[in-house]
């Protein structure tokens, strides 16, 4: 396991900074600071190129990567449920409104046992990196101590994190097994984490705390004025749900008269630090408002298949100026890999171009320009999700910092086959996306320190 602080790395980089393009940077060099965040990029081009390597190699800090590997951005997960994890894969054949009720909640519950919260958030950051999620933006549960845990973990694992206990105190909504006490005992305990995460001696940054809301049925006007109010004050991000389902969009229109995303926006909570979760529903003047605030969308394909009634116009979402990445939304959504969701996220677009009715005539079926292909779903997944987040992370470039992966074809129980005289450098990353499985993870860094599979380097 190499630490890459205070490394010149060289080798071939891919990263996305824009929207629909791709930018390889071909036996490039990467200096990084001490603190793991690039201090200085190398194209093989530039002029300075030979010389940046002649120095770090004469100090004896030049890091190559293996011949015929490559270095990816970390993954941004931007909508998860850490409790969820131990329900991965099971429970997808109810409405959301009853998956929370019966299966959801009851487990969620559960972590009023820090023992059990242990085991398997533990399991979950360990997987997690190890599957290339570098940064993830978390829901934990109501409560205070499990979720001081979690921020732990991450620490201790080195994930990068932001990590929200979750408010929810309505109780027409939530069992009383399952909520806050009263609305002051969520905010209360909300205020708690954020001061825990801000004086945690080992944190140096790499996580922060989240104000986070479950969503607008679960939660009373008091907690969500309250919690606007927490984050006019601290400036921290909010994550929640909005308008994922029919029932859930229309049960924001009923009480309010309104979408979530006015009404959020009403409660202060429509900030250039919020994150919402799938958004399937919002109308073009949501979008629109959305847009303004500078707030970000956590599109969940996966999970959106199962809860959502539909799929999330992702392409007229960009085009309005609103900031998307992507989300596992475990265990809505039943895989833990940032891969399977790009994949998914090209799949499901493709699904409301063409339409999925074939009882319908072709030119009624879908909703023409809505696809998107690897390109973008790798943007969205990596620069993408660190934008929506304000972090720099998710490309490689001055200042950022350096979370990433190497990408080995040929690790042993490899998916991925690169075919030398037929792949170009996109054909290779388009195959990596489609393609690559966790076996071909075989380094993962956070800020440069090295956080999982350990391979060679
Ligand atoms: N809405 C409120 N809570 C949840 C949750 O845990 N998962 C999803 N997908 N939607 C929600
Ligand atoms: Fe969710």
Same mark, same amino acid.
Do not use: E, M, R, W
């Given at each position: 396991m190499t630490d890459l602080r205070g490394k010149t790395i060289a080798g071939t980089f891919y990263h996305a900074p824009e929207a629909g393009s791709l930018d390889i940077l071909a036996d490039a060099l990467i200096r990084l600071d001490d603190r793991g965040d690039i201090a200085a990029l190398h194209r093989s081009s530039d002029a300075g190129h030979g010389e940046a390597r002649a120095t770090a190699l004469a100090k004896g800090s030049l890091v190559e990567m293996p011949t015929g590997s490559f270095v990816l951005p970390g993954f941004v997960d931007? !909508?998860? !449920?850490?409790?969820q994890y131990p329900q991965l /894969?099971?429970?997808?054949?109810?409405?959301l409104e009853d998956w929370l009720q019966r299966h959801t909640f009851p487990l969620e519950a559960r972590y009023a046992d820090v023992a059990f919260a242990r085991r398997h958030y533990g399991a979950l950051v360990r997987d997690l990196l190890s599957g290339g999620t570098t940064t993830a933006l978390y829901f934990a549960t109501v409560h205070e101590e499990a979720t001081r845990l979690l921020v732990d973990l991450c620490i201790e694992a080195g994930q990068r994190a932001l990590v929200g206990k979750v408010a929810m105190d309505n109780p027409d909504e939530c069992p009383p097994y399952y909520r806050d006490a009263s609305a002051a005992a969520a905010l209360s305990g909300t205020r708690a984490v954020i001061d825990y995460v801000a004086a945690h001696p080992d944190n140096h940054g790499l996580v922060h705390a989240v104000a986070t809301p479950r969503f607008i049925p679960s939660c009373t006007d008091a907690v969500l004025e309250g919690l606007g109010e927490i984050v006019a004050e601290c400036g921290c991000h909010v994550q929640t749900h909005c308008s994922e389902s029919d029932w859930e969009h229309g049960y924001a229109l009923s009480r309010y008269g309104v979408t979530d995303t006015e009404a959020l926006d009403r409660f202060g909570l429509m900030t250039r630090r919020t994150i919402l979760a799938h958004s399937n529903f919002i109308t073009p003047d949501d979008m629109d408002r959305i847009g303004a605030r500078g707030a970000g969308v956590a599109h969940c394909p996966l999970s959106n298949a199962y809860f959502a009634n539909s799929v999330f116009p992702l392409r007229a979402a960009l085009e309005k100026g609103v900031r998307v990445g992507l989300g596992t939304d475990i265990s809505g959504g039943p895989s833990a890999s940032m891969l399977e969701v790009q994949r998914m996220t090209i799949a499901a677009s493709r699904m409301l171009e063409? /339409?999925?009715?074939?009882?319908?005539?072709a030119e009624r079926r879908g909703r023409p320009g809505s696809r998107v292909d690897f390109d973008l779903a790798f943007h969205l997944a990596t620069a993408g999700g660190g934008a929506a987040l304000d972090l720099p992370v998710g490309i490689f470039a001055e /200042?950022?910092?350096?979370?990433a992966l190497l990408i080995d074809p040929?690790?042993? /129980?490899?998916?991925l086959r690169i075919v030398e005289e037929a792949d170009d450098a996109a054909g290779v990353l388009q195959k990596t996306i489609n393609t690559a499985s966790k076996a071909n993870i075989v380094a993962v860094w956070v800020g440069g320190r090295s956080v999982a599979n350990g391979a060679t380097p």
């Open positions: 931007l !909508h998860i !449920h850490a409790p /894969g099971k429970a997808l054949n109810v409405p063409t /339409g999925v009715d074939p009882s319908l005539p /200042g950022y910092h350096f979370d040929a690790a042993q /129980g490899s998916t």
